[in-house]
């Protein structure tokens, strides 16, 4: 069988391979789409952390059932599953917590272990959700949904706040989406004027700001003069994480969902002024994912807008190096086996 794996920075093969081995508590896949993340463009480009090369990537994954045994789930041969792509030890006291996002030991597909790059892969069928009524590109992106739905669920998102989301790439996108349906005011930051309008045209959401235009003068003129109780941060990117809590309310919560990988510092009597509450939001649980299923079996989410560029599995390697470049409009891609 095909897969592709990601030798060392910068680098992609195309190679076959035997077919996997099926284990006791284990379900044989066969891959039907793959949605490329932040996770993958970050490995290709050598600065994801908790990573070694070589890699097979892929962790937004849908799938079919093509052998399994008994199953507490009731899976069976033929049917189209969601992967929870988080492998976690259930015993931890994060697991004991029902905090298996953040297990102490960890292992997420695609990056601390083999991801779903290939045609067939044998996975833990717990891990496993019944797709329902979703198409195969709905349910490649449930995972990076569902990390939406996380940082909403761990901020406690009251209805009607005002809520600001910095970055509109994929995971932004979803998050604004999902706060929209939860009843909240969403405000869209990101320097890209470009991301800003396809974010007001396709998700629907009248607040824009440019953070390299006078933000903090476009937030306090879009939001009745004060700033959002809620802020989110989705981009990762070192100088939005730190710069983000200036934009928040007293009294208010920032969320991180971006990752650095690197140090943060911010002024202590900054934030203590305003009695901040700074928490980080890491991956899903399957209370998240259900609740993204849910959301797109009532076809409330824009796929068509997320999902910009398809190619096929083989293809991938040579369209990868564009979809690092902020003019090919890219918000989503997606393979197709």
């Known amino acids: ?50 990573f070694t090369y070589p890699r ?50 960890i292992a997420v597909l695609g990056v601390h272990t083999d991801g779903g790059m290939q045609e067939i892969i044998s996975l ?12 195969d590109k709905e349910i490649a992106i449930v995972e990076p ?44 930051m990101d320097v890209s004027r470009q991301r800003l309008e396809y974010t007001k045209s396709a998700f629907g959401v009248r607040h824009l700001v440019n953070a390299l235009e006078n933000p903090l003068e476009t937030l306090l003129a879009c939001n009745d003069n004060e700033l ?4 989110i941060d989705a981009t990762g990117n070192k100088q939005a994480l730190e710069s983000g809590v200036q934009y928040m309310a007293h009294g208010g919560r920032y969320v991180l969902v971006g990752h650095h990988k690197g140090d943060l510092s911010f002024n202590h009597p900054f934030i ?19 609740r993204v299923k849910e959301v797109l079996e009532g076809g409330e989410f824009p796929t068509e807008a997320y999902i910009t560029h398809e190619v096929p599995f083989e293809q991938m390697i040579k369209n990868f190096d564009s979809w690092l470049q902020p003019e090919t409009g890219v918000v989503k891609a997606m393979l197709s086996l």
């Open 1 to 50: 069988m095909k897969y592709i794996v990601c030798k060392e920075p910068g680098t992609f093969l195309l190679e076959e391979k035997g077919l996997p081995q099926r284990k006791e508590g284990e379900a044989l896949l066969r891959i039907t789409k793959i949605g490329i993340c932040g996770t993958d463009l970050h490995a290709y480009q050598g600065n994801q952390s908790f």
């Open 56 to 105: 097979i990537l892929g962790h937004e994954l849908a799938a079919e059932i093509i052998e399994i045994g008994d199953n507490p789930q009731g899976l069976k041969v033929g049917e189209k599953v969601i992967i929870m792509p988080y492998l976690s030890c259930g015993k931890c006291i994060a697991c004991r917590n029902e905090k298996t996002n953040c297990c102490t030991d």
């Open 124 to 135: 833990p069928t717990d891990i496993l959700l019944p797709s329902g009524k979703l198409t």
């Open 145 to 188: 949904l569902a990390i939406g739905a996380h940082s909403l669920r761990r901020a406690q998102l009251i209805k009607g706040e005002s809520v600001l989301v910095v970055g509109c790439g994929p995971i932004g996108l979803g998050i604004i989406k999902l706060a929209q349906l939860d009843g909240a005011n969403v405000i869209a």
């Open 228 to 231: 959002p109780t809620l802020v």
């Open 272 to 290: 203590h002024s305003r009695e901040t509450t700074l928490m980080c939001s890491r991956n899903a649980t399957i209370e998240d994912m259900l």
